[in-house]
C-alpha cells in the first residue's frame, strides 16, 4: 500500500487540477450566460421603467389639455350666453313660433341633441 500513498501524494495535486478545471469549463459557461441574462433582464426592466414613465406623462398632458379644452368651451358658452341677454332687445318677447323655430334648429344639432328641451320637443312631437 505505499506505492499507492505514494501516487496519490504524488499526483493529487494534478488530480485535484485537472477536476477543477473541468469543473470550470463546465460551469463558467453557465455562470456566464446567468450573468448575461440578468444584465438583460435589468436593462429590460430599465426601459420598461422608462416606458411607464413616458406614458404617465403623456396621459397627465392629455388629461391637462382636455381639462383645459372643457374649461375654455364653458368660457365660451358663458360669454355667448352673457352676449345674448345683453343683446339690444333680449328683453321683448317673442312670437312662439320663432322661439320653435330657433329651438327646433339648435335640437337638430349634435351638441344640443340631448338637452333637457330638445328631448321634451322630440316626446311631443311624436
Sequence with gaps: MPIVLEYARRFA?????????VLLALAGPAACRKLNNAEARARLGE???????????????????????????????????????????????????????????LCRRPAYRDLERCRMRRAASR
Design 13 to 21: 495535486p494534478w488530480t485535484a487540477f485537472a477536476i477543477f478545471a
Design 47 to 105: 426601459a420598461s421603467a422608462r416606458a411607464a414613465s413616458r406614458n404617465g406623462e403623456d396621459a397627465v398632458a392629455t388629461v391637462g389639455a382636455a381639462a383645459h379644452r372643457e374649461q375654455q368651451s364653458d368660457a365660451l358658452t358663458r360669454d355667448n350666453e352673457k352676449e345674448i341677454r345683453d343683446a339690444h332687445g333680449a328683453d321683448v318677447r317673442l312670437d312662439p313660433a320663432v322661439r320653435d323655430a330657433g329651438l327646433g334648429g
